[in-house]
T-cell receptor, first 117, second 114 residues
Framework: NAGVTQTPKFRVLKTGQSMTLLCAQDMNHEYMYWYRQDPGMGLRLIHYSVGEGTTAKGEVPDGYNVSRLKKQNFLLGLESAAPSQTSVYFC????????????????FGPGTRLTVL | AQTVTQSQPEMSVQEAETVTLSCTYDTSESNYYLFWYKQPPSRQMILVIRQEAYKQQNATENRFSVNFQKAAKSFSLKISDSQLGDTAMYFCALRGFGNEKLTFGTGTRLTIIP
């Protein structure tokens, strides 16, 4: 049981280049999330998905796209990277939000450090 | 909208002492969940403790306990007998019942001094 994994762990891009971050979870979770973490700003939600084939915008979605073609995978794409997208990116997953008393805490991947020059 | 505020950017304490990290929040929901996550230098986010708002009893997990004051919208984390391995960033987070999104505070960097 690997939990939540992210690929790659580190990446350096030049301005204007594109890339895709892959998140995979083996816990059969319905919900998946992409966050970015910047110094002094905590974790901010970029996009999320409540199920296969569905995605929604979070707090800071501009410049990113996502896809959830399979339940276990959630992809984050940068079409034209900018220096402002230099950050640490975290993926997380949780089970279906349901009854009271069920915490549905989010489980996090190890993060991807992205630098855009 | 919901907000989480951590007003202590950095703290330090001697090993074996007790330290309390503060967190205040705001939400319009009547039931919600509160969490403390730890992020050590490895960067991995680790759930430390959790509390459901309608439960009056404060949650405890070994050396970690919370002081949940619902009326004051306060959710502080107490670490007893602090250890070097407690050195980390600590994030307070809030999720409304039925809400799939988690709102984080900006974090408190805690350093345990040998």
């Amino acid at each position: 049981n690997a939990g939540v994994t992210q690929t790659p762990k580190f990446r350096v891009l030049k301005t204007g280049q594109s890339m895709t971050l892959l998140c995979a979870q083996d816990m059969n979770h319905e919900y998946m999330y992409w966050y970015r973490q910047d110094p002094g700003m905590g974790l901010r939600l970029i996009h999320y998905s409540v199920g296969e084939g569905t995605t929604a915008k979070g707090e800071v979605p501009d410049g990113y796209n996502v896809s959830r073609l399979k339940k276990q995978n959630f992809l984050l794409g940068l079409e034209s990277a900018a220096p402002s997208q230099t950050s640490v990116y975290f993926c997380a997953s949780s089970s279906h939000i349901g009854l009271a008393g069920v915490y549905n805490e989010q489980f996090f991947g190890p993060g991807t450090r992205l630098t855009v020059l | 909208a919901q907000t989480v505020t951590q007003s202590q950017p950095e703290m330090s304490v001697q090993e074996a002492e007790t330290v309390t990290l503060s967190c205040t929040y705001d939400t319009s929901e009547s039931n919600y969940y509160l969490f403390w996550y730890k992020q050590p230098p490895s960067r991995q986010m680790i759930l430390v403790i959790r509390q459901e708002a309608y439960k009056q009893q404060n949650a405890t997990e070994n050396r970690f306990s919370v002081n949940f004051q619902k009326a004051a919208k306060s959710f502080s984390l107490k670490i007893s007998d602090s250890q070097l391995g407690d050195t980390a960033m600590y994030f307070c987070a809030l999720r409304g019942f039925g809400n799939e999104k988690l709102t984080f505070g900006t974090g408190t960097r805690l350093t345990i001094i040998p």
